[in-house]
C-alpha cells in the first residue's frame, strides 16, 4: 500500500496558472511562488457572486488523537463534486509545524484526496505562519521596549501583561520563562512564556479580518494590559499596528494550489479550533465563493469546538450563510467512544460501534439547533466490517440522517460522487435555513451557558473567582457583548478529556477568561488548555527522511 507522500510525489502536477485559468483567474493577477503556489490579489472577492454561491462546512464526531479525516473528506468532495460536472473549490486551513512534526505529520488530505504540493504546504509553504509569527513578536518586542523606555514610557504594569511570544514549533519547555535578566540592559525582568503560533491573536485576526483595512483595525485593538492606574493599554498605544500590518502584506492574500486530480484549492490561515475559531479566513472563505458555484470548507476538531465557532463567531462576522453540513465519522472514532482502547481501535467490535454512536448523534442534533440537517459521511477503513458500516448507517435512517460511504482516501474523487450527488441534492431542496445559537448582545454568562448546555450537554457552569474578577473585567472593557470562543478539551463534549460517548450530569468548569478584543471575542478558558503543546514520546519527526537530491519521506 503506498504511502500519503508517495501517491503525492507520484502525481504530475499543473503549472498553478493552469489551475487559474479554470477559475477563470487571467495569471497576470496571480502571483507565482515558483510553479505550483501562488497568492491570489483581495480584489478577486466578488460580494455580488459570494451570495449566489453555495458554502459547505465539513466537521466531524469527536474525534481520535490522529483525526477522523475532515480535510481528507473535504479534498475528497471536491473532487467528487467537480467528477459530476460542478463548479467546486475546497477552501482549508494551512497546516501547523507543530503538529507535523509532533503527531500528524502532516495535514494536507491523505492517500488519493490530497492537495499538492503536499511537502511544500506541511513546511513553509509561502511564509504566512512566519508572518504571523514576526508580527506578535514585534509586538512583544515593543511592549518590553516601552517597559525599558524613559521616553513616552505608557507606564505599563508588567504583571498585567498576557501577550506572549510564539513559535510554530511543539516546545513545553518554553511555555512559562522569565525574562529580562542579566541587568539592566537586558530589560525589566518579568514571567512570560510562548504559545504555539496558531494560538496567537495574530493568527486569529488574520482570519477574521475583512479586508486590509479592517486588519489594521484590529490590530490595533490588541488588548495588551493596564497601566499601573488601571487604564487599558492596546496595541495602538504602542503605535504598532502599521508595523505589524506591513509584516502581513502578503500573508492576508490567500493561497492557491490544486488536488491530486487538478482541482483548485485556496488554503489560508491556520488557527486552532480548540483555543481559537478552527476555520481558515473570512477572506479566503469569501474568495472562493466569488470563483466558484459550490465551496467546501473545514472547521478543526468536532463539531462542539469548530463547527460551533463557525456559526456562531465566523459566519456571522463575515455575513456567511451555510448551505449543508457534513459530518465526518469513523468506524474506528465509534469504537474509542464504545470504550475500546487505542491497540484495539482498528479490530471489528458492532458492540462498543452501537455504544459509541451517542456521540454521533449528539453532534448530529448539535448541527440541527443551527437549522441544519447534516449528511454523515463514513470515512471507510481497511479494517471497517461491512455489519459496522451497515448499522451506522440504518441508525442514522433511524434518526432522519442520510450516511453515505466516502471512500475518497482510497478512490478519490470516484470514491466520493455518492457523496456529492447527495450533498447537491440536499442543497436543491433547500431545507436548510441557518440560524446562530446565541444573539452577541446577550450578556457573556448567557452565551457560555447557551453552548455549554446546549453544545457540550452540560447541566450548567461554574466559575472560579479568578474568572469572575475577568468578567468585570470584560464589562469595564466594553468587551461583553462579542461572542464567545470557548476554549476546551477537543477529545470530549465535556470538558474533562476522559468522558468519552456523551457524557451526562457533568457542569463545565470557567477556570478564566483571555480577552482577544483585536479578533473580536472573549475566550472562556475550561480546564487545563495548552497553547504551547509539547512533542509525544517518539514524534513523528524522527520517522522523517531526507535524501541527498531533496526527496522527503515520513510526512502524512
Same mark, same amino acid.
Given at each position: 500500500?503506498?504511502?500519503?507522500?508517495?501517491?503525492?510525489?507520484?502525481?504530475?502536477?499543473?503549472?498553478?496558472?493552469?489551475?487559474?485559468?479554470?477559475?477563470?483567474?487571467?495569471?497576470?493577477?496571480?502571483?507565482?511562488?515558483?510553479?505550483?503556489?501562488?497568492?491570489?490579489?483581495?480584489?478577486?472577492?466578488?460580494?455580488?457572486?459570494?451570495?449566489?454561491?453555495?458554502?459547505?462546512?465539513?466537521?466531524?464526531?469527536?474525534?481520535?488523537?490522529?483525526?477522523?479525516?475532515?480535510?481528507?473528506?473535504?479534498?475528497?468532495?471536491?473532487?467528487?463534486?467537480?467528477?459530476?460536472?460542478?463548479?467546486?473549490?475546497?477552501?482549508?486551513?494551512?497546516?501547523?509545524?507543530?503538529?507535523?512534526?509532533?503527531?500528524?505529520?502532516?495535514?494536507?488530505?491523505?492517500?488519493?484526496?490530497?492537495?499538492?504540493?503536499?511537502?511544500?504546504?506541511?513546511?513553509?509553504?509561502?511564509?504566512?505562519?512566519?508572518?504571523?509569527?514576526?508580527?506578535?513578536?514585534?509586538?512583544?518586542?515593543?511592549?518590553?521596549?516601552?517597559?525599558?523606555?524613559?521616553?513616552?514610557?505608557?507606564?505599563?504594569?508588567?504583571?498585567?501583561?498576557?501577550?506572549?511570544?510564539?513559535?510554530?514549533?511543539?516546545?513545553?519547555?518554553?511555555?512559562?520563562?522569565?525574562?529580562?535578566?542579566?541587568?539592566?540592559?537586558?530589560?525589566?525582568?518579568?514571567?512570560?512564556?510562548?504559545?504555539?503560533?496558531? *494560538?496567537?491573536?495574530?493568527?486569529?485576526?488574520?482570519?477574521?479580518?475583512?479586508?486590509?483595512?479592517?486588519?489594521?483595525?484590529?490590530?490595533?485593538?490588541?488588548?495588551?494590559?493596564?497601566?499601573?492606574?488601571?487604564?487599558?493599554?492596546?496595541?495602538?498605544?504602542?503605535?504598532?499596528?502599521? *508595523?505589524? *500590518?506591513?509584516?502581513?502584506?502578503?500573508?492576508?492574500?490567500?493561497?492557491?494550489?490544486?488536488?491530486?486530480?487538478?482541482?483548485?484549492?485556496?488554503?489560508?490561515?491556520?488557527?486552532?479550533?480548540?483555543?481559537?475559531?478552527?476555520?481558515?479566513?473570512?477572506? *479566503?472563505?469569501?474568495?472562493?465563493?466569488?470563483?466558484?458555484?459550490?465551496?467546501?470548507?473545514?472547521?478543526?476538531?468536532?463539531?462542539?469546538?469548530?463547527?460551533?465557532?463557525?456559526?456562531?463567531?465566523?459566519?456571522?462576522?463575515?455575513?456567511?450563510?451555510?448551505?449543508?453540513?457534513?459530518?465526518?465519522?469513523?468506524?474506528?472514532?465509534?469504537?474509542?467512544?464504545?470504550?475500546?482502547?487505542?491497540?484495539?481501535?482498528?479490530?471489528?467490535?458492532?458492540?462498543?460501534?452501537?455504544?459509541?454512536?451517542?456521540?454521533?448523534?449528539?453532534?448530529?442534533?448539535?448541527?440541527?439547533?443551527?437549522?441544519?440537517?447534516?449528511?454523515?459521511?463514513?470515512?471507510?477503513?481497511?479494517?471497517?466490517?461491512?455489519?459496522?458500516?451497515?448499522?451506522?448507517?440504518?441508525?442514522?435512517?433511524?434518526?432522519?440522517?442520510?450516511?453515505?460511504?466516502?471512500?475518497?482516501?482510497?478512490?478519490?474523487?470516484?470514491?466520493?460522487?455518492?457523496?456529492?450527488?447527495?450533498?447537491?441534492?440536499?442543497?436543491?431542496?433547500?431545507?436548510?435555513?441557518?440560524?446562530?445559537?446565541?444573539?452577541?448582545?446577550?450578556?457573556?454568562?448567557?452565551?457560555?451557558?447557551?453552548?455549554?448546555?446546549?453544545?457540550?450537554?452540560?447541566?450548567?457552569?461554574?466559575?472560579?473567582?479568578?474568572?469572575?474578577?475577568?468578567?468585570?473585567?470584560?464589562?469595564?472593557?466594553?468587551?461583553?457583548?462579542?461572542?464567545?470562543?470557548?476554549?476546551?478539551?477537543?477529545?470530549?463534549?465535556?470538558?474533562?478529556?476522559?468522558?468519552?460517548?456523551?457524557?451526562?450530569?457533568?457542569?463545565?468548569?470557567?477556570?478564566?477568561?483571555?480577552?482577544?478584543?483585536?479578533?473580536?471575542?472573549?475566550?472562556?478558558?475550561?480546564?487545563?488548555?495548552?497553547?504551547?503543546?509539547?512533542?509525544?514520546?517518539?514524534?513523528?519527526?524522527?520517522?522523517?527522511?531526507?535524501?541527498?537530491?531533496?526527496?522527503?519521506?515520513?510526512?502524512?
Amino acid at each position: 500500500m503506498l504511502k500519503d507522500i508517495e501517491i503525492a510525489q507520484q502525481n504530475t502536477m499543473l503549472p498553478i496558472v493552469e489551475i487559474a485559468e479554470r477559475l477563470s483567474i487571467n495569471p497576470e493577477e496571480i502571483e507565482q511562488y515558483g510553479k505550483y503556489k501562488a497568492k491570489l490579489p483581495l480584489s478577486l472577492r466578488d460580494e455580488g457572486i459570494i451570495k449566489k454561491s453555495n458554502l459547505i462546512l465539513v466537521t466531524a464526531m469527536t474525534p481520535t488523537p490522529a483525526g477522523e479525516g475532515k480535510t481528507t473528506i473535504t479534498i475528497g468532495l471536491n473532487e467528487g463534486l467537480n467528477k459530476i460536472g460542478k463548479k467546486s473549490i475546497a477552501v482549508i486551513r494551512e497546516p501547523s509545524l507543530g503538529p507535523v512534526f509532533g503527531i500528524k505529520g502532516g495535514a494536507a488530505g491523505g492517500g488519493f484526496s490530497q492537495v499538492v504540493p503536499m511537502e511544500d504546504i506541511n513546511l513553509h509553504f509561502t511564509g504566512d505562519f512566519a508572518a504571523v509569527e514576526k508580527a506578535n513578536n514585534l509586538l512583544a518586542a515593543l511592549i518590553d521596549n516601552n517597559l525599558q523606555s524613559k521616553v513616552n514610557n505608557l507606564n505599563i504594569d508588567s504583571r498585567s501583561i498576557d501577550w506572549k511570544r510564539v513559535m510554530d514549533m511543539n516546545d513545553r519547555a518554553l511555555r512559562e520563562m522569565v525574562i529580562g535578566l542579566g541587568g539592566y540592559a537586558n530589560g525589566v525582568p518579568r514571567q512570560e512564556g510562548f504559545n504555539i503560533t496558531p *494560538a496567537s491573536e495574530v493568527m486569529a485576526i488574520l482570519c477574521m479580518a475583512d479586508d486590509f483595512q479592517d486588519l489594521k483595525k484590529r490590530l490595533s485593538n490588541i488588548f495588551i494590559g493596564f497601566t499601573f492606574d488601571r487604564k487599558p493599554i492596546y496595541a495602538r498605544d504602542l503605535k504598532a499596528e502599521n *508595523a505589524m *500590518a506591513i509584516l502581513l502584506k502578503d500573508a492576508i492574500k490567500p493561497n492557491l494550489v490544486q488536488t491530486l486530480e487538478d482541482n483548485p484549492v485556496i488554503i489560508h490561515g491556520g488557527p486552532f479550533a480548540n483555543i481559537a475559531q478552527g476555520t481558515n479566513s473570512i477572506i *479566503a472563505t469569501k474568495m472562493g465563493m466569488s470563483l466558484s458555484d459550490y465551496v467546501i470548507t473545514e472547521a478543526g476538531f468536532g463539531a462542539d469546538l469548530g463547527a460551533e465557532k463557525f456559526f456562531n463567531i465566523k459566519s456571522v462576522a463575515g455575513g456567511l450563510n451555510p448551505k449543508a453540513v457534513v459530518i465526518v465519522a469513523t468506524i474506528r472514532a465509534l469504537r474509542h467512544h464504545g470504550g475500546v482502547n487505542a491497540t484495539d481501535r482498528n479490530k471489528g467490535n458492532l458492540d462498543a460501534v452501537k455504544i459509541g454512536f451517542a456521540n454521533l448523534e449528539k453532534h448530529v442534533e448539535n448541527v440541527r439547533i443551527f437549522g441544519i440537517k447534516p449528511i454523515v459521511a463514513i470515512n471507510k477503513y481497511h479494517s471497517d466490517t461491512q455489519e459496522e458500516i451497515d448499522f451506522v448507517v440504518e441508525k442514522c435512517k433511524d434518526i432522519d440522517i442520510k450516511a453515505v460511504v466516502a471512500e475518497g482516501w482510497e478512490k478519490g474523487g470516484d470514491g466520493m460522487i455518492d457523496l456529492a450527488k447527495t450533498l447537491v441534492n440536499c442543497i436543491d431542496s433547500e431545507i436548510n435555513h441557518f440560524k446562530p445559537l446565541y444573539d452577541w448582545n446577550t450578556p457573556v454568562t448567557k452565551k457560555i451557558h447557551e453552548i455549554a448546555t446546549k453544545i457540550y450537554g452540560a447541566e450548567g457552569v461554574d466559575y472560579s473567582k479568578k474568572a469572575k474578577t475577568h468578567l468585570e473585567i470584560i464589562n469595564d472593557l466594553k468587551l461583553d457583548k462579542l461572542p464567545v470562543c470557548m476554549a476546551k478539551t477537543q477529545s470530549s463534549l465535556s470538558d474533562n478529556p476522559k468522558y468519552k460517548g456523551r457524557p451526562e450530569g457533568f457542569r463545565v468548569f470557567v477556570r478564566e477568561f483571555e480577552v482577544a478584543a483585536g479578533a473580536g471575542f472573549v475566550i472562556p478558558i475550561l480546564g487545563k488548555m495548552m497553547r504551547m503543546p509539547g512533542l509525544p514520546n517518539i514524534p513523528a519527526s524522527e520517522n522523517m527522511y531526507i535524501d541527498n537530491n531533496g526527496k522527503i519521506s515520513g510526512l502524512s
